[in-house]
């Protein structure tokens, strides 16, 4: 068996190869991100072995670089790893190398790594999979970009309107945002007639505010004890800001609805969980991809990364382990959100996480541990292709891995 490593980079890839003994099988060798340097890297393989079968080809999940040469080689029939980048630190390590780093030396030690390990080649799943995948995550980002424009209006207002939080209840709510689309500085409001302003609120809020609302705003407006220097460039940047939430929130809105329709064509069962939505469903039926790939729920524990970290040397053994988190982080976030809404629903496992608590787990101790339980249920509903069944949930044996 020839062993052939990828170091994966933007606009450069080096692949090298060792044999089974550990022996360069081929001198490295750089090619370009780009279809000539697939074709080139292809040749390199073609001459390692002399079939297939006889060789393994791994690459490091490195940022979303490597997508496009896994696709090439899995389309040429080649078996391919993706190795954690973990997996491939310790091998350096242990080559007393740790210190010395470049691409002709790293491919080596992917190569190796896939020599001293234990791998399957990787799948990247289906089409209908991919697409949930590449949504959801594109979903998660567009709502941190939301939060990251609402926390700037809210230094803006701190600065230039400080009372603005004790007018509405919702600053970034449909009447607010319509205020703050008019008038964000005191000076605005005041300069605004009531009767015109309470029209604004009124439409916005459908009939629910009106003249007495425009008539407390505009007293609070009065005695604002906001900064009065450069409230013009205040004011535009919240206008702006506000502009930039409402498209990005209809984008959202845009995304949510493929991604509805992908998970119900995809994997509906998902749905059947207490606590998982559309939105949460799909990302964790995508990063999990084909269930048939892991053998048992503790495999989907470890590929999530919340599996618990071991430190034992001799007779000590550590008892306040935290969580690897060396898998993937948007499968480790989706299944603490679909845990945290198991407390809110009171679902089964709100028993189980009362019991951690009273055990002496913290909140989050306990609620990583009730993370780990569900997968369990969504390993069962997943590779049984039945909707969820509580006795699941409620089942003690299911927690022996926790």
Request: aromatic fraction near 8%; charged fraction near 30%; glycine fraction near 6%.
């Amino acid at each position: 068996m020839i062993y052939a490593g990828i170091d994966i980079a933007k606009n450069k890839h080096v692949i090298g190869a060792t044999d089974e003994r550990g022996k360069d099988a081929a001198k490295p060798m750089p090619f370009a991100n780009s279809t000539e340097g697939f074709d080139r890297c292809i040749a390199y393989l073609d001459g390692l072995a002399d079939s297939k079968a006889g060789l393994m080809v791994g690459m490091e999940a490195t940022g979303h670089y490597w997508l496009p040469l896994f696709c090439r080689l899995q389309d040429e029939g080649y078996p391919v790893v993706v190795v954690n980048p973990v997996r491939t630190d310790a091998m350096r390590r242990f080559k007393g190398s740790s210190r010395v780093k470049t691409d002709m030396i790293d491919c080596v030690l992917v190569a190796e790594t896939l020599r001293c390990g234990e791998f399957e080649p990787s799948k990247l799943g289906d089409e209908a999979v991919i697409e949930l995948r590449q949504l959801t995550r594109l979903h998660q980002e567009l709502k941190e970009s939301v939060a990251d424009l609402k926390r700037q209006v809210i230094v803006a207002l701190d600065q230039a309107f400080p009372e603005y939080d004790s007018i509405f209840s919702n600053t970034f709510g449909e009447s607010s945002k319509a205020f703050l689309k008019r008038c964000p500085t005191p000076e605005e409001c005041l300069g605004i007639r009531a009767d015109s302003l309470a029209r604004t609120l009124e439409r916005a809020s459908r009939g629910k505010l009106g003249r007495a609302k425009a008539d407390e705003t505009k007293e609070i407006a009065k005695a604002s004890c906001g900064i009065s220097v450069a409230a013009s460039a205040f004011s535009f940047q919240i206008k702006l800001l506000i502009d930039q939430i409402d498209f990005i929130e209809g984008q959202i809105d845009e995304v949510e609805a493929r991604v509805r329709d992908g998970i119900e064509a995809v994997e509906p069962l998902i749905l059947t969980i207490p606590g998982i939505g559309h939105v949460l469903g799909a990302q964790i039926v995508s990063e999990i991809g084909d269930i048939r790939r892991f053998h048992s729920a503790p495999a989907v524990v470890k590929y999530a990364g919340i599996n618990p970290s071991v430190s034992q040397s001799g007779k000590f053994s550590s008892e306040d382990n935290r969580i690897t988190k060396q898998g993937s982080p948007y499968l480790r976030r989706a299944l603490y959100l679909a845990a945290m809404a198991q407390l809110k629903l009171k679902t089964p496992f709100y028993d189980y996480y009362a019991k951690k608590r009273a055990d002496g787990k913290s909140h989050r101790e306990a609620l990583v541990a009730v993370s780990r339980k569900l997968v369990h249920v969504v390993y069962a509903v997943l590779s049984r292709q039945k909707p969820y069944d509580p006795d699941i949930a409620r089942n003690p044996n299911e927690s022996r891995s926790e």
